[in-house]
């Protein structure tokens, strides 16, 4: 027997690795200058690759280019901002049979994002129109952490282009875990 059968709950997740998170996702908008003004702005980030035309016409991308770590940026849904915390934060609804609602319904219905992980494969230019697709990856067996009982969740979402190049991912994983689980001593508190 594995350690996935003698744990129900890890089991029923089994179904979801391999398949789409979600249904694919198109960009509101292009890539776009107003944007990437922005996002420099507020970083501080004064490469002239990215705003300055004339010298990045002389660089070696031929134009402006976007910062690299703007790609989950250009993705990303507005949100309905009704009921997004008990949506655990997500932009908007999400698939009640998917695998986050059916850990919350087990009782794991903490949410930690643990860590992210970026590829860019080229820089994008203004005009790019993204879309992505997301997949769930893997599920870990139960895990006890110092938050208590839970399952490391990872997924990938891929970013293609206008020409269905893909052009960079991204690896993001949260723990779901059971908050009835934590051990209050360790904050000191009463368990």
């Known amino acids: ?28 908008d292009p890539v776009n200058v107003p944007m990437i003004r922005h996002w420099v702005d507020a970083l501080d980030d004064r490469n002239p690759a990215y705003l300055d035309e004339e010298s990045a016409a002389k660089g070696r991308y031929g134009g402006l280019v976007a910062p690299p770590a703007m ?9 309905k901002i009704e009921g997004i915390a008990e949506r655990g934060g997500a932009p908007g609804e999400m698939n009640p049979d998917g695998p986050i609602p059916t850990l919350d319904r087990a009782g794991f219905a903490g949410t930690l994002a643990t860590n992210s992980e970026l590829e860019f494969f080229r820089y994008l230019k203004p005009g790019d129109h993204l879309r992505t697709t997301s997949e769930l990856e893997s599920i870990s067996v139960r895990k006890r952490t110092g ?3 839970g399952y490391f969740i990872t997924w990938i979402t891929r970013y293609f282009d ?25 904050f000191g508190g009463a368990q």
């Open 1 to 28: 027997m594995t350690e996935s059968e003698n744990d129900p709950v890890r089991a029923d997740l089994e179904r979801f690795v391999g398949q789409p998170m979600g249904p694919p996702v198109e960009a509101p």
């Open 71 to 79: 790609l989950q940026a250009w993705t990303m849904p507005r949100p």
């Open 147 to 149: 938050l208590g009982e």
């Open 162 to 186: 206008q020409s269905n190049e893909l052009v960079g991912q991204q690896l993001f994983r949260i723990l779901k875990f059971d908050p009835s689980t934590i051990d209050l001593s360790k």
